[in-house]
């Protein structure tokens, strides 16, 4: 059964950017209640907890640099659907295939630096959600 929702970081290249207002106009133009917002660097350290997944992976080590290089926006999303219709709105992780409209179309550099991040299935929103915020700051 799907949840209602999801987890997103707006990265260090689309805050560096100066998208972090357009991005949030269109996640709420989508239906998307934001629960939980945070702005946050994360360390190397804290980048390769979030991303542990992909230790084995040869970018590992250049997708934790990129993601503590910078000032992030970390939030959780709340909408019916919210990981499908999330992972929609976002676009293919590679710009250049991604859906004319979406935030990775607009807004991406390239597929290391492609603006936002989104929960790829229900418990992992839970869990990467979890990771940034405590109970207390999700209303």
Do not use: C, W
């Not at 209640?33 to 907890?49: D, H």
């Not at 926006?73 to 659907?81: F, P, S, T």
């Amino acid at each position: 059964m799907a949840t209602n929702r999801t987890f997103t970081m707006i990265k260090p290249d689309a805050v560096k950017g100066g998208h972090i207002g357009a991005i949030l106009e269109q996640i709420n133009g989508a239906g998307f209640r934001i629960v939980a917002m945070k702005y946050t660097k994360l360390s190397a350290e804290k980048a390769g907890e979030f991303y542990a997944v992909h230790a084995e992976r040869p970018f590992y080590g250049e997708l934790v640099e990129f993601m503590s290089s910078g000032p992030i926006v970390a939030a959780i999303l709340e909408k019916d659907n919210a990981v499908v219709d999330f992972r929609t709105l976002i676009g293919a992780t590679n710009p250049s295939e991604a859906a004319k409209g979406t935030i990775r179309a607009r807004f991406a550099k390239s597929i290391g630096e492609n603006a936002v991040h989104g929960s790829d299935s229900d418990d992992n929103a839970v869990i990467e959600g979890s990771f940034h915020f405590a109970g207390t700051e999700m209303f």
